[in-house]
């Protein structure tokens, strides 16, 4: 049966009003803390080192009090993308990669295609990696508003403006982005149901019936990047009418100073972060 | 309102709540009972956010109800999960609310034969529907039908919207909203298409509007919605004869009836509920010469 509810699937660019510790730290802190984690992200390649990074991003999610339900369920229109990489993984990278932390076993082998103890630890860390990466997004911008992370990103680029770097057009891009996933998705709604209405037909092709979902796909992408760019005009239009120039001399209403616990959250981050990076050739698997 | 004909979309004690089970969950429709019977005309009139729009949308299938309650269309059962809703959407054309929304082709001829062609009619058919259906609105076939979708202004989006629409050649069809944005005359124009419609095409009628003299004039029964629930329903004069009640809803009476009550205040009762400045015409000479 069909079902025109995607705003139901996107959690990267929604926020939630809240007030828990989470919601109030500073938007830097926040930013600071995913950048730690991201990079720690891309060293770990062991399954204990993944562990505790999933569930520190955890942890920040239950502090939150975001629903994890509704979390994890922006990542299922990717699921059927996910599968097919996963499965690429696993039988095709069977030598590319000798097992971390354990001998090199191959289980079955035909032609070009194997499975070893490598490509299943491929594939199960490059999950967790991926769900690190995306309960942390998830977490930043269901936590914090469009302009305290564009004011995050404006204030921490600052540094960098005597070398010509734009930051405020940067951060004024990115939240730009961000805010119009959400709307992408009430638009793709808007126009489906417009089209179903007059006997266009979504509700067969599985998940899996890629070809067929993709024809019914493109019908839906002209209209929609029509009313991208018309909502980009108006954008522009409205900015205009409200004497936006850009960066140079902007004073804000709101100054954020970092608290204590900011200090401590990022604290805590760094030293766990040290912590996992000098440790990461030293755990059994 | 003369003889009626058998249900075509029957409702009962409908529920429906989006992005339920999600942060942002709204619990919009919380028991909604209605019918519609073949050939008239039928009014839902309620405040901003009542929940008509999403009451309709459930007439073809647009949202198909999971929780309580039970929409039947045209002897359907729509929660069937078997059920082809594209026969039932042919059958039941909806007009969005914000007709904007509703078109994507880029010329407005393709957009009106979106549907015949979704429906596999022959090439030559499509074209004689396309035409049937804009002059049923009132749009130039020759000086419309290559104009670019986007370029027309809001009054004459909604007419392609509803052009769209009919193309299918509906047995019901749901106006929601449509004649907001038009000129006064324009939408007169509009109504009496509408009731053109109805009235030498059979075309079963649901007319959403908080637009109480526009509904006055058409719709034969009127359904209350407030809160998501049908709190009232009866024929125009009926619902209309009730201007407290509706005040209670957050709405109002069309202007000759005010006129009515405001007379019956002063000592000088009206025979009947006027519902368009013809009937109150008509009742206060009668008034006058007694
Ligand atoms: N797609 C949607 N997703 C989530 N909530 C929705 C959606 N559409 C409507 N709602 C909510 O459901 C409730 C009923 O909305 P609905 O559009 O049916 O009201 P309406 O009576 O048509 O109002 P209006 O007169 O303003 O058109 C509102 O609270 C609205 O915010
Ligand atoms: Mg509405």
Redesign the interface.
Known sequence: ?????F??NVTIG?Y?QGDSIIHRLDPRAKITILLILVVVNSFILSFTGNVLLLSWCIALVLLSG??F??ML?GIKPALPLIVIFALMQLFFYGDAYPPYGMESVTYWRWGIMSITNGSIQLVIVTLMRFLEIFFLVSLLTSTTTTTNIAYAIESMLEPFQRLRVPAQEISLIGTIALRFVPIFAEQME??M?????????F?EGGVFQFVKRTRQMVTLIV?LF?DAF?RAEDLILAMDARCYTGGRGRTKIVRFHMQRVDLLFIAFTAVFGVLIMVFRNHFPI | MDTRGRVIIQVNDLHHTYLSGTPLEVKALKGVTMEVYEGEIVGIIGRTGAGKSTIVQHFNGLIRNRERGRVVVDGHDMADPSLDVRTIRQKVGLVFQHPEQQLFERLVGDDIAFGPKKMGLPPEVRRERVRWAMEMVGLDFEKFKDRFTFSLSGGEMRKVAIAGVLALQPKVLILDESTTGIDPRGRKELLSRMLNLNREHGVTLVFVSSNMDEVASIADRIYVIDDGRTVMHGTAREIFAQPEVLRRYGLGVPHVTTVAHRLAQDGIPMPRVPLTVAEAEEDIWKILSS
């Open positions: 049966m069909e079902n025109f509810e705003l139901r929604q939630f975001i629903s339900r509704f369920s808007i126009i149901k417009a089209q179903a209405s007059r006997g266009a037909d509700g209209p029509v018309r």
